[in-house]
């Protein structure tokens, strides 16, 4: 695939297969199923032997159930079977001599994993991810200036490629030198710029201290990815605000490149189903769910090549809604986006709390900056059975001294929108870690 070869659908959609009807989206599922299983069966030494292990015959896939017959692929099989066959793992369908790019995991919980690229993987994701921009409304010509780090993290080339595959004009500035990224949106007319939720926040406040407007600038889209953010009301809606763009979510992840954007219309991340097969399960049941139901996302690969993955376990809480857009889209919505990670949900005297939920009503509240943390220590958790009784929350005000009274009213909202008790600790404006990359928000003392 050449870069600038393919002319868009129409007006507002880059390709055809975002209008296909359900019936022809599960229908050409299947088919891509019947093919991608048997592709993988032979040519992955991890999945021929699950195929195996589970009396499994590609051959007779026959229906969406049938897939349910396999188990999950979490993050630990990866691991392992990159132990078992290093460097680059037994879930791998293709040898390195086929392959064209690694990129890797952040490390931050193991060491870090590599993903394996073809040339044919890289210009589907490149394809998909200018789908997803020219939903947003990038198009040709157009300054899009690239804040996802390039060292290691999949996102920064991902951006680029896309970005000059569409035809836009591409800045590659990387996640650093806060101010010549100010100036270079100014002077070069920036239309849309593209990094995680916290740097764009911490370029919004770095603005304001030098007395530059974003507002007056030509960026009309805020893009972000790599953590939650454009899907909570509270961050979008500072967000915006601050940068008076829209703001629009990316959501991928580096084993599975993209899974879903939002389109202009922000009606939560739209899924790439000419590309992945979504479930969403039960948390503990591991059973399906309707649509408007919380529940886990779960993707099979549908065509990937070099690293294909069946029945990955994403631990994203998620809602889909699969009723057509109102701009014309077919493919399934992830509503309000990822609402939290399965793993990092906490509970609470039997109320579930996930962390994107405290985020929602901390940045919208008026008085504060755009960092927060929350806590769990000795302070909140039960002596005798180590369960959470609370929540500690730091918070730091938007500038100056805060009124006395800052903390009740913020631990008042909170327990009157979340059923949950939290300890407001306010410490003083800039004593919050900053980040430019992916903020951690939790931890445990």
């Known amino acids: 695939m050449k870069q600038h070869d393919k002319a868009p659908f129409s007006d507002t959609i880059w390709d055809e297969r975002e209008t296909w009807s359900r019936d022809r989206i599960e229908s050409f599922q299947l088919d891509a199923l019947r093919h991608q299983l048997q592709r993988v069966g032979q040519t992955s030494t991890h999945y021929r032997k699950v195929f195996a292990d589970h009396g499994f015959q590609p051959g007779d896939f026959k229906s969406f159930a049938d897939l349910r017959k396999l188990p999950f692929t979490r993050k630990s099989d990866y691991v392992a079977g990159l132990a078992a066959e290093p460097p680059f793992g037994n879930l791998a369908a293709v040898q390195p001599g086929q392959a064209v790019r690694v990129h890797f995991s952040s490390g931050t919980t193991a060491a870090p994993a590599p993903v394996l690229w073809t040339q044919a993987d890289i210009d589907r994701w490149a394809d998909l991810y200018a789908r997803y921009l020219y939903a947003q409304g990038l198009r040709r010509g157009d300054v899009f200036q690239c804040m996802f780090n390039y060292a290691w993290f999949v996102g920064g080339l991902g951006a680029t490629l896309a970005a000059q595959h569409l ?258 600790e306010v410490v003083p404006t800039g004593t919050l870690p900053r980040t430019v990359h992916k903020a951690k928000r939790v931890i445990h003392e």
């Open 167 to 424: 035809g836009a004009l591409v800045i590659p500035a990387s996640s650093g030198d806060t101010e010549r990224q100010i100036d270079s949106i100014f002077h070069y007319g920036s239309r849309c710029v593209i990094g995680t939720p916290s740097f764009m926040a911490h370029m919004a406040e770095a603005a304001e201290k030098l007395g530059r407007d974003l507002t007056t600038s030509q960026v009309k889209m805020v893009c972000v990815g790599g953590e939650p953010g454009a899907s909570i009301p509270g961050t979008r809606e500072r967000i915006e605000r601050q940068w008076g763009a829209k703001m629009f979510d990316c959501y991928g992840a580096l084993e599975c490149q993209p899974i879903g954007w939002d389109t202009a219309l922000q009606l939560g991340p739209t899924l790439a189903e000419d590309f992945i097969y979504v479930e969403i399960l039960h948390p503990d049941t591991q059973e399906p769910v309707a649509d408007g139901e919380r529940g886990v996302l779960v993707l099979t690969h549908l065509d990937k090549q070099a690293c294909p993955l069946v029945r990955w376990w994403t631990g994203d809480m998620v809602v889909r809604d699969s009723t057509t857009a109102p701009d014309g889209r077919t493919h399934a919505r992830l509503k309000g986006g990822v609402l939290g990670r399965a793993d990092d949900m906490m509970i609470i005297r039997g109320v579930n709390l996930f962390p994107t939920a405290v985020e929602d009503i901390v940045r919208a509240f008026p008085g504060l900056s755009n960092e927060y943390l929350l806590v769990t220590d000795a302070s909140v958790k039960d002596p005798k059975t180590g369960f959470l009784t609370g929540v500690k929350l730091r918070v730091e005000p938007a500038s100056g001294e805060p009124s006395a009274d800052l903390g009740e009213r913020l631990s008042q909202r909170l327990r009157e929108k979340l059923q949950v008790r939290f300890h407001v």
